[in-house]
């Protein structure tokens, strides 16, 4: 059943619409991403869908007895509220017909009058039934599991809700809205206070889970672990694509290569109309140039393509260094407790090495060790030669708040004029007159960029980054990962971005429970090697079918754990003959619909343009689906 319509939704703030005419429908079940540039409106459509905003115009229809949860972002508890009270109240609906049925079976047990008995015993079945129907039996259980589930260790649940730190008190909002089982919910970066260990069980949350779902989230791991579709916002219109975020990527390039095909054959078609009324319509042919100026004014222009772009970043060629970049020998560091011990290791030159581990494990401090710029307990670290290092730390200190931007990107140690520095600001996608900004006026994401200009002014041959993804968007991170690859020094980073350490490391040096650990790879690897650990430990392997997730050079490798139940159909059960069938025929109608967007007969009509553009999106979402099911039947199939 459809859930969810969206119909037309416009929305402004100013002369431009933030949502121009937004129409999509949502299906029980469905999990789907929000996608989108910083700024297109996520937010703002998220809190319309919730009845946070009003639209200017369009409609949102809930079907019957639909319930929504909105993901807030102010917390508001009461003061004299524990954790644990205050987590209670999500269930305030469940505790209040147990509280009824209680008080009703006490009643059944002191009348004696049947007629009362009876009426008072319909009651109770009644009450029975909506809480066995919707498990309240086991209310504490449900609420220690979301707890422990988002990072709450139970010594804290007694603990008064305004002790609570920032990230905590967003962590119970969370743990709140998914104890109250919305039959929608509506979340916007639910994983941004959470560690590792935390987003995961969320994934796993969700993915058991039989709300239907749109998700923001700027965590490409998480979309494609949990989502079933992708929703792209951009230009204040959305576009649907079936699949996760990797799927939408490749269904995204394909759908561009149609519309910028389309789009300059029908310009140049236009074009070559253009130039014959031009040069024939005082001459001889002039009926003919008459005849096509007729036509011209009958095109339905194609829209130009829908294509998002990335600041074209690059970091300046790395200068030589010494084989060994770094050496790190029986480094130990310690507050109230120890964060590291002993720790030995050696990074050579243009190896790339992710940190990751938990909040709060040392991962900063450890960088700022390497660096110098905090003392070391015991230990030592020598720099090799040549080596000149560029420090990227997440609260952007490196940044002067009151210069303007194309001032605080000068390097100090060579003649860089306003000019290059500006063309260097627009390599990191800092343009126009953002660049006499005060940095301090800034977005989140554009100082994230411009810090990173600074970097690539430095001529650094090594890159220190501490969380260097944060506040940049999708398509921003994909370019931070082209420009690290394409990169010829070496570069050591922390970040919980798991998609980004897939792209980018290859070792990881990982915080575990009193020790680092060294891995030669990269994420998947790491997830590989604890796959096998468990089931080592176990004695067997649970059989477990993990989903796909994306890896370097486009191979999958599993990251789920193996103490997963094995998944259920998406499809129906179908021979994988059938499906090919129709897998064939789904391929040999795009191909004669690219023939047909490459006719000049069909350009020149722009209602036929416009409808073979929609079949062939249309036969590619179809084609996209059946090679999902055929997957799924050439596993499942027994």
């Not at 140039?289 to 074209?312: F, G, N, S, T, Y």
Request: charged share 30%.
């Amino acid at each position: 059943m459809i859930r969810l319509t969206v119909r037309e939704i416009r929305k402004h703030y100013g002369p431009e619409p933030v949502l121009a005419s937004v129409s999509f429908d949502l299906r029980a079940g469905e999990r789907a991403a929000l996608v989108g540039p910083n700024g297109t409106g996520k937010t703002t459509l998220l809190k319309i869908l919730a009845g946070r905003e009003d639209a200017d115009a369009g409609a949102v229809e809930l079907a019957a007895g639909t319930s929504v949860g909105f993901l807030e972002q102010q917390p508001e508890f009461l003061a004299d509220r524990t954790l644990w009270q205050e987590a209670r109240e999500a269930l305030r609906e469940l505790i209040d017909l147990a509280e009824q049925a209680e008080a009703i079976a006490e009643q059944l047990g002191k009348t004696d009058d049947p007629a009362q008995h009876q009426r008072l015993g319909q009651r109770f079945d009644h009450l029975q039934q909506e809480l066995h129907r919707r498990d309240a039996y086991h209310l504490d259980h449900k609420i220690e599991r979301v707890l422990t589930g988002l990072g709450f260790l139970p010594e804290s649940f007694q603990q008064p809700v305004v002790q609570l730190s920032g990230g905590q008190q967003n962590r119970l909002l969370l743990a709140k809205l998914l104890l109250q089982q919305p039959d929608l919910l509506l979340l916007d970066e639910p994983s941004n206070h959470l560690d590792l260990q935390a987003t995961e069980w969320l994934e796993d949350y969700l993915l058991a889970s039989q709300q239907a779902l749109i998700l923001v989230s700027h965590d490409r791991y998480f979309l494609d672990r949990v989502t079933t579709r992708t929703l792209e916002l951009f230009r204040g219109t959305v576009d649907s694509y079936p699949g996760n975020y990797s799927a939408y990527q490749r269904q995204k390039a394909e759908r561009l290569e149609v519309q910028r095909r389309t789009f300059e054959r029908q310009q140049t078609e236009i074009a070559k109309m253009e130039d014959f009324i031009r040069r024939n319509q005082y001459g001889q042919k002039h009926a003919q140039a008459e005849d096509r100026r007729k036509k011209l004014e009958r095109i339905e222009p194609v829209e130009p393509p829908r294509e998002i772009a990335a600041p074209p970043m690059r970091f300046t060629p790395a200068s030589r260094t010494g084989d060994i970049v770094m050496r790190v020998e029986r480094l130990s560091k310690a507050f109230q407790q120890p964060l590291f011990q002993d720790l030995t290791f050696d990074i050579l030159r243009g190896e790339k090495w992710g940190i990751l581990g938990p909040n709060g494990s040392g991962k900063t401090t450890l960088l700022r060790c390497l660096l110098g710029e905090s003392p070391m307990d015991s230990g030592r670290v020598v720099l090799g030669s040549g080596v000149r290092v560029g420090y990227f730390d997440q609260q952007l200190r490196c940044l002067d708040e009151n210069s303007e931007v194309v001032d605080a990107i000068r390097p100090p140690h060579k003649e860089f004029v306003e000019q290059q520095r500006r063309d260097l600001l627009a390599r990191f996608g800092i343009t126009g007159d953002m660049v006499f900004q005060r940095v301090g006026q800034l977005s989140g994401g554009e100082r994230n960029r411009t810090a990173l200009a600074m970097l690539a002014a430095l001529d650094a041959n090594v890159l220190v980054l501490d969380e260097p993804t944060n506040h940049l968007d999708l398509w921003a991170r994909d370019a931070l990962e082209r420009a690290l690859l394409a990169f010829d020094g070496t570069v050591l980073f922390v970040s919980h971005d798991r998609y980004f350490l897939n792209q980018v490391a290859d070792h990881l040096l990982v915080v575990e429970p009193g020790r680092f650990r060294v891995i030669d790879g990269n994420y998947d690897t790491y997830q590989h090697l604890a796959r096998q650990a468990t089931v080592q430990d176990d004695g067997q392997s649970s059989g477990a079918q993990p989903p796909r997730s994306p890896s370097r050079g486009g191979k999958s490798a599993s990251a789920d754990k193996d103490s997963s139940p094995r998944r259920k159909r998406k499809f129906p059960y179908r021979k994988l003959a059938d499906i090919e069938a129709d897998i064939h025929q789904r391929e040999d109608r795009i191909e004669s619909l690219h023939a047909a967007l490459a006719d000049p007969e069909v350009l020149r009509d722009g209602r036929r343009v416009k409808q073979t553009t929609a079949e062939l999106e249309q036969t590619k979402q179809e084609l996209a689906t059946l090679y999902e099911h055929w997957e799924e039947a050439a596993e499942m199939n027994n």
